[in-house]
Each structure stands twice: as C-alpha cells, then as structure tokens.
C-alpha cells in the first residue's frame, strides 16, 4: 500500500510532447551530478589518454597532443538511469573514430571496448556504439571546458546510451574480444543500456 | 538485552527484519527559522527509537513518481508523537515539500528507526560533548530532550553543546536550548555564528568551530567524553581532525555527515 | 551549513535504511575491514556515493570501495570484494 502525498510532484516531472525522450524519463534544466567516488582532479600536464589493444598499447596522447587531434561538436539529448533527461546539451571532442585513426589503425581490432577512468570507474561497451561519430572523448561542454564534476578533463560522450556509459574522468580506453561487465553492469545495471527500450537493469 | 538492542529490534509482527514503510499523518507543524520546520508526526506502531536516529521518509506523486531522504528524529525516545526538523535545501526535492508545504492531515511514508552508530542513551553515562553546524543539531537535540527528560540520572551526565549557525535567525530550537542551560543541572550551551556579525551583547563566538573553540567550549579530553557531531561534510571533517590533534580518544568520536547530494 | 548548490559527501549513516535492506543486523555498526589499507571500521563511518543507484560506501582512509550495493527492480546486488570481513555483533555496550 503507498500512501499519495497532497501537493507533491517531485522536480522532474516536465514529459515533452512527442517521442524525443525516452520511456520513463523527465527533462531537466539542471545537471545533476552523480558519481560513485570522489571527483579527482588529475593537473593536465599528467593527463594522458591511452589506447590500448589487449595487452599492447595502440596510441597515447597527453593533454597537447590530444587538443591538435580533430576537433568534433555535437549537440544531443542525454539521459541517466535515475529517469532524468537533458535536451540539447552541447559537446566538444575527440571521436572514437579519429582516436583509431590517430593510433595508426586501418578497423578497431576487437568488437568490445572498456573504458578505465582515475578513481577507479569502468564501464563496458559495444565498439560499433562507439565509431562511426556515436561516441567521443569529450573535454567542453556548453563551450567552456569540462569541470571537474561533470567529468573533465575528459569524458567518455556516448549519448544514445545511459549516462552511466559516458564515463567521466577517462583515460584509458581497452579493446577487447569479449564483452564484459564494468563498474556499474557488475552490481546489476543492464550490460548494454539502451534508453529507448529502457535497458536500466539487467534482465530488462 | 540491553535496552539500546531492544530498542533496535523491530516489533514483533513488523514481517521479519526489514524496516517497513509506515504512513505518517502530519499532526503539526511549528516554523522553527526562516528554512527550518518541525514536523510532529502520528505514525501508527511506531516502534520507538534512540536519540540520535533517523528515518528514511518516502514522497509519492499521484502519478507514482517517488523520491526518498533520510532526517534526523528531533523527539527524544519516550516522547508520545515522533517529530523531524527538516530544514529546506534550494534546489531540493522533499524538504521544500516537508518544510513549505506539509500541513496537519497530510500524509506520507517513513521507515525508521534507522541507524545504532550515531546514538546516545542516559544509561552511557560518561560525559556527553555535542558539536552541531546547521541543521546538524537536530539529533543532538534528540539527545538533550532526552538527558532532560530522564530526571537524576540525566543530570548527572555532564554534557556540553558547541552549536555553529550562519546568524541568529538560523539558531534552530533557540528558545529551548537557552531554557536548559538555565535549569538546574542543565547542559552548557555554546554558540558561534559564521557569517553574521555578532549582535550587541552576544555571549558567544563569533568564528568557524576550530581547535581553541572546542578547547574553550569543549568538555575537556581528560573526562574522556562521548562526542557526538553533526553538520556538513567539510564542518564534520575540520572538527573530527581537530578533536583528534586536541588529544579526544577517536573511538569516542562519532560523526555523521549531512547536507545536499547531487540531486538535492 | 553549506552554501546553495554546494554538494556535500554523506557518510555510511545515511545508507543505514538501505543497509537494512541488505543485512539482517545493523551493519552501521558493523565493524568492517578495508581491502585497501586494512583499517577496520563501522560502516557509518565510510564515506558515502552514490545513493540514487544504490550506494558505493567508501574507506575514507583510501578511497577504496569497500561495500558496493547496485539498487535494481530486482533486487539488491551486494559487492563485498571491498570488505576483508564485516563483523556481525551486536552493538557494543560502551
């Protein structure tokens, strides 16, 4: 039995017209912050990306190298497990598919990727999600750089897909021949994490 | 059985272990500063508590949207009606609901008594040294009702409240701490502001709690007090290592850290 | 208390509701051992992420998340590879 409570809507409540948000999600104007550690606060000039395929490294920038790769913007929807959505939120970055192509590579080597962050945060995805400009390593949002609790220096920008999936605080990103869960799939969030068919946790 | 782990047992027919959810009606509801509210509460079973306890209280919409916090129990144990000071957070989901527009007869959910670390009873008997920022003071206060709700055997705990607000108007149950100071065998109570000058007269500090505040305000480490402190994070952390550097006994310390998350 | 907007860390009290979920004893209390560094102490006491998935409880010593609960519409998925041992006691008469 739940009781109703008089006057209550909660904050989110705002349900657009049409079909440009997910099932279950609401629109928010703010951005929420949800981390599962401390945000670290790695200076620049120890900042490195790494592209790693196996056990072999493919390609490392530091923060210079990573800014004089090919700049890409987008502007998407984003949207978190915890049933918020945010409409237009504008991004700057590195696709995955320059990062390839930057490391020498013809293809991805393997189908599956992880993504390793300072702190200590993975998460597990499909290469095919990632290349063909659907995701990228992000360093600006809304034009300004990234702050350090939305992620920055860099984040993992992989909006068609829970925002558990765009990992903050990157830097190493691992190819791999078979799927496997990361931080949040292990303690039972959905493997893969598609909004649209609202794949919040396993088994759905 | 001691009666703390009593206490701690849910009653007998409560469906094992797990806490419940119990509907809570809104008796009445008493503005306690411009942000802070106390809600007093008929929550039916309620099983009773121990000062210094939460619960987790549960908002439904009509559409059955949810959104769930934790607050403090203001009410000492054997009070009849269980009372929570919430204090309204910008931004925040429940507390504007719970400190803006709960009214008498409203209903929602809570679950609790919840948590056995961050709790004092009378029958500890050692000295009690209370430090509270903010809202923080809400379970001390359960402590205080308490120890003056317990005749003798409450006056012979010496106890002491070091109380941080941002200004006057924010002292939470202000009235009612300078009511038992002044009883026979009453806590000492201290205050300091931190962002409002001081008034004409004040007999306070005037400062961030820090080492010579709790020194001078403090129950000394040599009485090996039990220290109890509450506020936000970074007001919980600076007193904690303070304390500590003072030469308090660690495992006597015991903290709980509250204030807004991400989402509010 | 901390200015509008500001974020503040909680601590394993705040999880004490959830934890009663998860363990049939109060495991606030539960004296519990950090993997990363080995200091033992009550779940109250570590430092608290986040709750709107569940809760990642970490060791304020190291960082190490020490217990990790994923809140799902199936259940709880409890992670103690954190903990070396969480005691089970009834709380301790001070």
Known sequence: ?204 | ?264 | MSAEGERSTLDGNAAGGLLREVFAFDATVAPTTCVGCGRTRPMAELMLYAIELGAILRCPSCDQPVVRIGRTSRGLWLDLRGATTVVAADPATP
């Open chain 2, 1 to 264: 059985m001691t009666a703390t782990e009593a206490a701690l047992r849910p009653p007998a027919g409560a469906g094992g272990r797990r806490l419940a959810w119990r509907p809570a009606e809104v008796v009445e509801r008493m503005a306690e500063t411009r942000r802070a509210t106390t809600l007093v509460l008929d929550v039916p079973g309620w099983p009773g508590h121990l000062a210094g306890q939460h619960v987790d209280v549960r908002l439904t919409a009509e559409d059955g949207y949810q959104a769930q916090r934790s607050y403090s129990i203001a009410s000492p144990p054997k009070a009849p009606r269980l009372a929570l000071t919430v204090e309204r957070l910008e931004g925040g989901e429940v507390s504007p609901w719970l400190a803006g527009e709960a009214r008498p007869g409203d209903r929602f959910e809570l679950r609790g008594p919840i948590g056995g670390y961050f709790t004092w009873s009378v029958a500890m008997s050692r000295p009690l040294m209370l430090v509270a920022g903010g809202s923080g003071v809400v379970p001390l206060m359960a402590m205080l009702r308490h120890r003056a709700a317990s005749g003798d055997a409450g006056r012979a705990v010496h106890a002491r409240l070091l109380y941080s607000a941002r200004a006057v108007a924010d002292i939470i149950y202000h009235q009612e701490l300078q009511r038992l100071s002044v009883e026979p065998g009453g806590p000492e109570i201290n205050l300091t502001l931190t962002r409002e000058r001081p008034p004409d007269g004040w007999q306070g500090f005037d400062r961030r709690i820090d080492a010579p505040t709790l020194a001078a305000a403090g129950v000394a480490p040599e009485m090996d007090p039990d220290v109890y402190v509450c506020g936000p994070t970074p007001m919980v952390e600076a007193v904690a290592n303070a304390l500590v550097g003072l030469g308090y006994e660690p495992a006597r310390i015991r903290t709980e850290r509250f204030g807004p998350t991400g989402e509010g």
């Open chain 1, 1 to 204: 039995m739940t009781t109703t409570t008089r006057g209550f809507s909660g904050r989110r409540r705002a349900r657009p017209e049409g079909n440009r948000v997910p099932p279950g999600q609401f629109v928010t104007d703010d951005f929420p912050v949800l981390s599962a550690g401390p945000t670290p606060r790695t200076p620049l000039e120890k900042w490195t990306l790494a592209l790693q395929d196996g056990g072999s490294l493919a390609g490392r920038w530091t923060w210079e190298e990573f800014q004089s790769l090919p700049q890409t913007e987008i502007t998407v929807d984003i949207h978190c497990v915890t049933k918020w959505s945010k409409l237009g939120t504008k991004w700057k970055g590195v696709t995955i598919d320059h990062l390839i192509e930057a490391a020498g590579l013809d293809e991805p080597p393997e189908p599956y990727l992880m993504a390793y962050c300072d702190g200590g945060y993975t998460t597990n995805l499909p290469v095919e999600d990632l290349i063909g400009g659907k995701g990228m390593v992000a360093t600006h949002y809304d034009g300004e750089p990234l702050e350090p609790e939305h992620g920055g220096p860099a984040r993992l920008l992989v909006p068609h897909l829970y925002f558990w999936k765009s990992a903050k605080w990157v830097r190493r990103l691992r190819f791999m021949e078979h799927d496997e869960p990361g931080f949040w799939e292990s303690l039972g969030y959905h493997i893969y994490g598609d909004p649209w068919r609202e794949q919040r946790y396993d088994g759905d």
